[in-house]
């Protein structure tokens, strides 16, 4: 695997492999059925896996589409969001949460984030409402629930849509209430290293909206109603069979997996919450983080950075450029300083190892690993 390094107790940001193989012959049963069954597109093994899902989120209805940002793509769609509409998002997402917008000729524009929970500032996100707003995405970053009262009472008020960008958030939990019954429609991504990832592209679009739930399924699929009839032009972004096959197999496992995830950033808290150069990640109370990614805050990140990889420890940064002060955005016109909060958490943001397979004592070396590093930087800076 690309994401194994070359040194022997090497540490990996995420490890697929280790996942595989514990799951191997499910997974391998799996894939075969589908190609005994010539199951390719769409067709059974998408049907119940759209079922099980629909189940563990909470909504009536699920639909399985090619990857995460043609759910965002087609659930802007299905929630009537038109060209030449605005759509108002973060800058400190992967750009996929505001391409979606521009692949449906809308018009995305940006808010800043709460320093606090890296997520939606709704305060600023009222202030950014404009006559033409038409939607809102929400991003769980990292798996943590964006605050969504504050934003479902504005969107409520102001008749806004509001689509959850759950990429990162598979089985957050806001106010005791998964994320993905929040808002008009919640947006999926199954990418491999995703908390529920296939073997390949996949996403999916979950609602409560039956009517936002049949557009995104006719238009996932060509505007089909019938075999050949078309009610509008639509696209291709279905889901594979073998994909659904493998998501089926994994999501019986996510609970254990994500419980896994959240002991292991407890376990981080507690080896690191000493360190006066970091802040770690927090939690809402009431609420519960799925930990996709576990990102602390140093204002030595790239020194942490640099010294962790001489170590064979692969953190990452998510991400390094806010979406705003990125070439693709630089005709809307932001600069830097534009939004503040999302600025200095790309500065300072480091990702650390995790994944659910990852053991005590890998957690343990990563925390040393820190801990050296920072104790050498000080040294370094006196
Ligand atoms: C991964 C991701 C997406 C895009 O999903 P793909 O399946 O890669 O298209 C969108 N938004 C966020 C926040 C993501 O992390």
Redesign the pocket.
């Given at each position: 695997m690309a994401n194994r390094m070359n040194i022997p107790d090497a540490i990996p940001l995420v490890d697929l492999t280790a996942q595989y193989e514990s799951i191997r012959q499910e997974i391998d049963r799996a894939i075969a059925g589908v190609i005994r069954d010539t199951a390719f597109i769409s067709g059974p093994y998408v049907a119940s896996f759209e079922k099980e899902f629909a189940s563990y989120c909470g909504v009536p209805h699920s639909i399985g589409v090619s990857?995460?940002?043609?759910a965002?793509r087609l659930a802007l769609l299905g929630c009537g969001v038109r060209p030449g509409d605005e759509v108002l998002t973060v800058p400190n997402?992967?750009i996929?949460?505001a391409e979606a917008v521009g692949m449906i000729g809308a018009s995305v524009r940006f808010v800043d984030v709460d320093p606090n929970t890296n997520t939606i500032d709704a305060t600023a996100l009222e202030r950014a409402l404009t006559p033409k707003t038409k939607a809102v995405i929400p991003?769980h970053?990292y798996g943590r629930p964006a605050d969504m009262d504050p934003i479902l009472k504005l969107a409520a008020a102001k008749g806004i849509r509001v689509i959850g960008?759950a990429?990162?958030a598979h089985g957050a939990l806001y106010g005791g209430r998964p994320i993905s019954a929040l808002g008009d429609a919640v947006c999926f991504?199954?990418?491999p290293g995703?908390n529920l990832g296939a073997y390949g592209?996949a996403?999916a679009v979950v609602t409560k909206d039956a009517a936002v739930a049949q557009r995104v399924r006719m238009l996932r699929d060509h505007g089909r109603t019938k075999k050949y009839e078309h009610d509008v032009e639509g696209f291709n972004c279905r889901m594979d069979g073998i994909q659904a096959a493998i998501l089926s197999v994994k999501l019986k496992r996510l609970e254990a997996w994500t419980e896994r995830r959240r002991t292991l950033a407890a376990q981080y808290n507690a080896l690191l919450q000493d360190l006066p150069d970091l802040r770690l990640p927090t939690e809402t109370p009431g609420s519960r983080s799925v930990y996709h990614l576990y990102a602390i805050r140093t204002a030595k990140r790239d020194q942490l950075l640099a010294g962790l990889s001489k170590a064979g420890i692969g953190a990452g940064i998510h991400y390094p450029i806010p979406l705003h002060l990125q070439p693709a955005y630089k005709h809307l016109g932001y600069r830097l300083g534009s939004f503040p909060n999302a600025e200095a958490q790309s500065r300072e943001t480091l990702s650390l190892p995790l994944y659910p397979e990852m053991t005590d004592a890998q957690v343990i070396r990563v925390a040393d690993s820190v801990r050296a590093v920072l104790a050498g930087s000080a040294l370094v800076a006196d």
């Open positions: 990857n995460g940002t043609d965002l997402t992967f996929a949460t991003v970053l960008d990429a990162q991504s199954f990418y995703k592209d996403g």
